[in-house]
Nanobody
Framework: QVQLVESGGGLVQAGGSLRLSCAVS????????MGWFRQAPGKEREFVGT????????NYVDSVKGRFTISRDNAKNTVYLQMNSLKPEDPAVYYC???????????????????WGKGTQVTVSS
């Protein structure tokens, strides 16, 4: 069984930064695609970005490009989401998810991922 635990959420002022972490345990992936999603109240879960196990392939939704960066530390089984220049539209519960598969056509689809964390809340004050 795979467990994903997000941490690092909290309250930050608009324009500020947060770094979320996603620790993976229970299984070692020789290759993986790790995704970050977010869900605001009353809205559908939204794709934020992905990273593959090599670390040299990341993808982001347009609304976060240039502000958010995904990185990974395979030795620590942890993936990070660095969020800078946070905006009033960024607050949500942020989730990490992982799959052993790769498909550029479906990496932004929640159903593509096999395991999910329980999420961490990000709040941005104006």
């Amino acid at each position: 069984q795979v467990q994903l635990v997000e941490s690092g959420g909290g309250l930050v002022q608009a324009g500020g930064s947060l770094r979320l972490s996603c620790a993976v345990s229970g299984r070692t992936f020789s290759s993986y695609t790790m995704g970050w999603f977010r869900q605001a109240p009353g809205k559908e879960r939204e794709f934020v970005g992905t990273i593959i196990w090599t670390g040299d392939n990341t993808n982001y939704v347009d609304s976060v490009k240039g502000r958010f960066t995904i990185s990974r530390d395979n030795a620590k089984n942890t993936v990070y989401l660095q969020m800078n220049s946070l905006k009033p539209e960024d607050p949500a519960v942020y989730y990490c998810a992982v799959t052993s598969r790769w498909s550029k056509a479906t990496i932004s689809t929640a159903g593509f991922y096999e395991y999910w964390g329980k999420g961490t809340q990000v709040t941005v004050s104006s």
